[in-house]
């Protein structure tokens, strides 16, 4: 019997010690002070613990536990795990106490609120901007600046997420550490250090509307009235391919209100869109043949068989005609045995099997695009693109589990690239699981109403996307290789063909415009797949275009608050 009870208390030590692998330890944090007695509890195991005398604690964990941290005064702090056995440094935030004069609180608050957004507010070569996701540490403001700051670049050195490189010469560098790399530090370093090879991985400036890559040494720190830095995608959007490695905004006392004021009205008019925009159905290019063959048939079904003798070895034939059969009633059946036609005939043909994703996405068939998407997972296994495909894909038919292993696959493949050109799908598949899952994934990134998300089939494919509201002024993004060859050539590398836009008012009805000029191809034409979200709505909507006709300004979609029209 004694010998019985020894070894269940030697099973029961041992589940013990296996239980305790997971968890998770760290520091609680208020302006800059150790918290002590914080609570620390892991919501989902109901364990509760307390900070010691330096901030410190340490609680059972594992992956996707919700962990909340608690303190008299301050703001509760909730976190999802996505990684254990690691330190966390978590910085609390000060709680606002009600007074018993409701209005002199509100009138407190909004006075913060003020005070808050006029330190967001910046002027830059577009306007007054204010960025609401722009953190307070990304802010510098003359009251920031030290009596021993000698120049401009006395100022950057002390800025933790910039690197000065060629300190010395007439032309040093800055580098933006991304957000990310903070995050993983082991390979913050190597990231950085790429950054130098070429001037596409430094930051660029904008200073009182002067967009450069010169780092402005002219200037003298006591003329210096703000210094803002833009690293997320929606904040930098605006500069096109030279925001790409983020963006340094200074406004100065050398330019008065009223002359940016004038700058702003000039820029605006040469921003005006005065371009005939069409909408994207009623283009005619001219009938194909073969829909004309099939339009012309006393059996169409027959017809098409015959067309596929002549027109069967091009994928875009049989999407061609599935359009055709979708719009005529009495055909359904033959739409999916046509549609499978590009399966079978192309399983090795990985943009033939892209469109064919495209098509079954929009078409709603979610099981049968997985497979498809699985189809080119095993041609390319470590294609980033496929794996946040699937990671998508699995979301929407409710396979959480497998859709947040997928993404946070992704997450990894891209950070180990160390490649400062994946920083934005990094930012974009981060939002996306984010979008999926109420589980939380550090991000900077704070959701839009409206994300646009396009995708492309044949990485030749140039075109631009414009964007323009009531009053005809508009934004454009260009994928061409006279505009954006690193991007282009990176595509190839890195096999990603995707890009994500954001709509962040919606005051006014928007149109998205497509201008397309061709690929590589004598032959095939360019298919893009446009997702439109309401992230806070959690409804999407999704169509696939065919590029056709080139050189005209195709609307192919409208968007207001409660509004979304893909025609």
Same mark, same amino acid.
């Given at each position: 019997?004694?010998?019985?009870?020894?070894?269940?208390?030697?099973?029961?030590?041992?589940?013990?010690?296996?239980?305790?692998?997971?968890?998770?330890?760290?520091?609680?944090?208020?302006?800059?002070?150790?918290?002590?007695?914080?609570?620390?509890?892991?919501?989902?195991?109901?364990?509760?613990?307390?900070?010691?005398?330096?901030?410190?604690?340490?609680?059972?964990? +594992?992956?996707?536990?919700?962990?909340?941290?608690?303190?008299?005064?301050?703001?509760?702090?909730?976190?999802?795990?996505?990684?254990?056995?690691? $330190?966390?440094?978590?910085?609390? $935030?000060?709680?606002?106490?009600?007074?018993?004069?409701?209005?002199?609180?509100?009138?407190?608050?909004?006075?913060?609120?003020?005070?808050?957004?006029?330190?967001?507010?910046?002027?830059?070569?577009?306007?007054?901007?204010?960025?609401?996701?722009?953190?307070?540490?990304?802010?510098?403001?003359?009251?920031?600046?030290?009596?021993?700051?000698?120049?401009?670049?006395?100022?950057? +050195?002390?800025?933790?997420?910039?690197?000065?490189?060629?300190?010395?010469?007439?032309?040093?560098?800055?580098?933006?550490?991304?957000?990310?790399?903070?995050?993983?530090?082991?390979?913050?370093?190597?990231?950085?250090?790429?950054?130098?090879?070429?001037?596409?991985?430094?930051?660029?400036?904008?200073?009182?509307?002067?967009?450069?890559?010169?780092?402005?040494?002219?200037?003298?720190?006591?003329?210096?009235?703000?210094?803002?830095?833009?690293?997320?995608?929606?904040?930098?959007?605006?500069?096109?391919?030279?925001?790409?490695?983020?963006?340094?905004?200074?406004?100065?006392?050398?330019?008065?209100?009223?002359?940016?004021?004038?700058?702003?009205?000039?820029?605006?008019?040469?921003?005006?869109?005065?371009?005939? !925009?069409?909408?994207?159905?009623?283009?005619?290019?001219?009938?194909?043949?073969?829909?004309?063959?099939?339009?012309?048939?006393?059996?169409?079904?027959?017809?098409?068989?015959?067309?596929?003798?002549?027109?069967?070895?091009?994928?875009?034939?049989?999407?061609?005609?599935?359009?055709?059969?979708?719009?005529?009633?009495?055909?359904?059946?033959?739409?999916?045995?046509?549609?499978?036609?590009?399966?079978?005939?192309?399983?090795?043909?990985?943009?033939?099997?892209?469109?064919?994703?495209?098509?079954?996405?929009?078409?709603?068939?979610?099981?049968?695009?997985?497979?498809?998407?699985?189809?080119?997972?095993?041609?390319?296994?470590? $294609?980033?693109?496929?794996?946040?495909?699937?990671?998508?894909?699995?979301? +929407?038919?409710?396979?959480?589990?497998?859709?947040?292993?997928?993404?946070?696959?992704?997450?990894?493949?891209?950070?180990?690239?160390?490649?400062?050109?994946?920083?934005?799908?990094?930012?974009?598949?981060?939002?996306?699981?984010?979008?999926?899952?109420?589980?939380?994934?550090?991000?900077?990134?704070?959701?839009?109403?409206?994300?646009? @998300?396009?995708?492309?089939?044949?990485?030749?494919?140039?075109?631009?996307?414009?964007?323009?509201?009531?009053?005809?002024?508009?934004?454009?993004?260009?994928?061409?290789?006279?505009?954006?060859?690193?991007?282009?050539?990176?595509?190839?590398?890195?096999?990603?063909?995707?890009?994500?836009?954001?709509?962040?008012?919606?005051?006014?009805?928007?149109?998205?415009? @497509?201008?397309?000029?061709?690929?590589?191809?004598?032959?095939?034409?360019?298919?893009? +797949?446009?997702? @439109?979200?309401?992230?806070?709505?959690?409804?999407?909507?999704?169509?696939?275009?065919?590029?056709?006709?080139?050189?005209?300004?195709?609307?192919?979609?409208?968007?207001?608050?409660?509004?979304? !029209?893909?025609?």
């Amino acid at each position: 019997m004694r010998k019985l009870l020894s070894l269940l208390l030697l099973l029961l030590t041992g589940s013990l010690l296996l239980a305790q692998t997971d968890g998770i330890d760290g520091t609680v944090m208020f302006e800059d002070k150790p918290v002590v007695n914080a609570k620390v509890e892991n919501l989902s195991k109901e364990v509760i613990t307390l900070t010691d005398a330096e901030g410190k604690f340490a609680i059972d964990a +594992k992956f996707k536990d919700k962990i909340r941290i608690s303190h008299a005064g301050k703001r509760d702090f909730i976190f999802t795990l996505i990684q254990t056995k690691q $330190s966390f440094t978590i910085h609390m $935030s000060s709680e606002e106490v009600e007074l018993d004069e409701v209005v002199v609180a509100q009138r407190k608050r909004s006075a913060l609120a003020r005070e808050r957004r006029k330190k967001q507010e910046f002027y830059s070569a577009f306007g007054t901007r204010n960025f609401p996701g722009v953190s307070f540490a990304n802010i510098i403001t003359k009251e920031d600046i030290w009596a021993s700051d000698v120049d401009l670049l006395s100022i950057l +050195k002390r800025i933790p997420r910039l690197r000065v490189f060629n300190e010395g010469s007439v032309n040093p560098e800055v580098v933006l550490a991304r957000a990310f790399n903070s995050r993983f530090p082991t390979l913050g370093r190597s990231t950085i250090d790429s950054g130098r090879d070429g001037d596409g991985h430094v930051v660029s400036w904008d200073v009182d509307g002067l967009i450069t890559k010169q780092v402005p040494l002219w200037l003298n720190v006591d003329q210096i009235e703000k210094m803002v830095i833009l690293d997320r995608p929606n904040q930098t959007i605006l500069y096109g391919s030279q925001g790409g490695a983020g963006v340094v905004v200074i406004n100065t006392t050398l330019v008065s209100d009223r002359e940016r004021i004038e700058a702003l009205d000039k820029m605006k008019e040469e921003r005006r869109f005065k371009e005939r !925009m069409v909408s994207y159905n009623t283009v005619n290019t001219g009938e194909l043949g073969y829909i004309s063959k099939l339009k012309s048939a006393d059996d169409p079904f027959l017809a098409y068989d015959d067309q596929a003798s002549y027109w069967g070895h091009h994928p875009h034939f049989y999407v061609d005609v599935h359009d055709f059969f979708n719009a005529e009633n009495g055909y359904g059946e033959y739409n999916d045995q046509i549609l499978d036609k590009i399966k079978t005939t192309f399983p090795d043909d990985m943009q033939a099997l892209r469109l064919l994703a495209f098509k079954l996405e929009e078409k709603n068939s979610l099981a049968q695009a997985r497979e498809v998407y699985r189809m080119i997972a095993k041609n390319k296994p470590n $294609s980033i693109q496929v794996l946040r495909d699937l990671a998508n894909i699995e979301a +929407k038919l409710g396979n959480k589990i497998l859709s947040d292993r997928l993404y946070l696959a992704t997450i990894s493949k891209i950070i180990l690239s160390e490649s400062a050109e994946l920083a934005d799908m990094l930012d974009f598949v981060r939002s996306e699981m984010n979008y999926h899952s109420s589980k939380f994934i550090p991000n900077d990134y704070e959701a839009s109403d409206i994300e646009i @998300i396009v995708e492309w089939d044949d990485p030749t494919a140039e075109f631009e996307l414009q964007f323009i509201n009531e009053e005809g002024y508009y934004d454009s993004w260009k994928h061409t290789r006279d505009s954006n060859p690193v991007r282009i050539n990176n595509e190839s590398i890195y096999d990603v063909s995707l890009q994500r836009f954001y709509i962040d008012s919606l005051e006014d009805l928007w149109n998205v415009n @497509i201008k397309y000029f061709g690929n590589e191809s004598l032959t095939t034409p360019t298919f893009m +797949k446009v997702t @439109i979200r309401n992230t806070r709505k959690k409804q999407e909507k999704i169509k696939v275009f065919r590029l056709k006709a080139k050189d005209l300004s195709q609307n192919f979609a409208r968007i207001a608050r409660n509004h979304i !029209m893909l025609n």
